[in-house]
């Protein structure tokens, strides 16, 4: 094997080292996410700003006058623990670059309304209106092949009922505000 080939095993294995360590850190995660939706917003912050209540909070991230409860949207089909660990295991096998990857699987392809899925978030009874009335919903979409069936703005229409103080979504490089009452703080306010 080549020098080459040996640091890319080793470039690749220490990556998903980093992936396996990231993805294991609940808090981190959610941390990272209002901070990306921030930096898409074009709020200026330091990240010792994002702060992480302890875990029996029901919010995940507080930054200035925003309680940030984060979720997820990801793809049921996909395993993702199990996969960054079978993909951590190959790196740390591999023998030849080829080592680094399984077989591909094909797989369906289906595209979901993401209007549904962030509606199934923010309707959930874990979260009653007393509570939903001081919480910033973030839905953090990692799911492949969703998106708004319509504007943002009518999905955002349809959400405002369910009583949070704003609910927003981080779809790539777009930050949106959904919806938003009056007593959200200022950056959410702005749809």
Request: one cysteine or more; a negative charge.
């Amino acid at each position: 094997m080549s020098n080459e080939d040996r640091a890319f095993i080793e470039a690749v294995r220490r990556s998903r080292e980093e992936e396996a360590r990231f993805f294991s850190n609940k808090p981190e995660m959610e941390r990272w996410t209002v901070g990306e939706f921030l930096t898409r917003r074009g709020v200026v912050f330091r990240a010792d700003e994002l702060i992480s209540p302890p875990e029996n909070d029901n919010v995940d991230v507080v930054f200035r006058d925003a309680r940030f409860q984060v979720k997820e949207i990801y793809d049921p089909a996909e395993r993702r623990d199990d996969d960054i660990r079978e993909s951590l295991k190959l790196a740390k096998q591999a023998v030849t670059p080829g080592d680094l990857f399984p077989p591909l699987v094909a797989r369906d392809i289906v595209v979901s309304d993401l209007a549904e899925l962030v509606f199934s978030k923010a309707s959930s009874p874990k979260y009653p209106p007393r509570d939903r009335q001081v919480l910033d919903l973030l839905c953090y979409v990692t799911r492949t092949y969703a998106g708004f069936n319509e504007p943002p703005r009518i999905v955002g229409q349809k959400l405002s009922g369910l009583g949070w103080r704003s609910i927003s979504c981080l779809l790539g490089h777009r930050a949106y505000v959904l919806t938003s009452s009056p007593h959200a703080p200022d950056f959410l306010r702005e749809l």
